[in-house]
């Protein structure tokens, strides 16, 4: 069974860059898209952008000049670095897995983490 | 504002059926089959429950299906039960200017 983790600072200053870096186990990170989701409290799911292990990319497209992603195949680890956040930026953040050959399905997610974005 | 629009909340009684409509535009819902659901109980991950606009992951209930016309999908859930309170989300794969996923701004389901 594949589990995901995401890790990092749950307290970021404005201005600055959040980094969280999601961990995969129980299965290879090889030949999936890996993706990125983030919830504001009490609304609703957002996706951030995704990244296959080759590296490339897809971005959303209103936040994609502040987002950068990247993957490390031998940690079996996958990153998401979004900078200048501000507290419109706070939010749980889910990493996750895209379904095989179906653009855009997430089938596994992390637990989430909590990112507060305040001074 | 989501993407894609779903109503604020839907309410049923056990036992009965509910659908919970998801419209989008023909870059998205009405242009490809790529329409997902998403079921998320306070506090959880979301979960997968339907796919390509009505496949069904193995272990979601039959009682859960979707289907789609033009740019509107739509999750039915019959025989309603107490566990199925929770928040739905549809999704939707476009291409529209870079390919990427939109989500609807979720439907709170109250099972009375």
Sequence with gaps: QVQLQESGPGLVKP????????????????SYYWSWIRQPAGKGLEWIGRIY??????????????????????????????????????????????????????????????????? | QSALTQPASVSGSPGQ??????TGTSSDVGGYNYVSWYQQHPGKAPKLMIYEVSNRPSGVPDRFSGSKSGNTASLTISGLQ???????????????????????????????
């Excluded at chain 1, 979004?82 to 399905?105: H, K, P």
């Excluded at chain 2, 059926?17 to 998801?22: L, P, R």
């Design chain 2, 82 to 112: 107490a566990e199925d309170e929770a928040d739905y989300y549809c999704s939707s794969y476009t291409s529209s200017s870079t390919p990427h996923v939109v989500f609807g701004g979720g439907t709170k389901l109250t099972v009375l």
């Design chain 1, 53 to 119: 292990t080759s590296g490339s990319t897809n971005y959303n497209p209103s936040l994609k000049s502040r987002v950068t992603m990247s993957v490390d195949t031998s940690k079996n680890q996958f990153s998401l670095k979004l900078s200048s956040v501000t507290a419109a930026d706070t939010a749980v953040y889910y990493c996750a897995r895209e379904r095989r050959g179906v653009r855009g399905v997430i089938d596994y997610w992390g637990q989430g983490t909590l990112v507060t974005v305040s001074s």
């Design chain 1, 15 to 30: 201005s600055e860059t959040l980094s969280l870096t999601c961990t995969v186990s129980g299965g290879s990170i090889s």
């Design chain 2, 17 to 22: 059926s509910i659908t919970i409509s998801c």
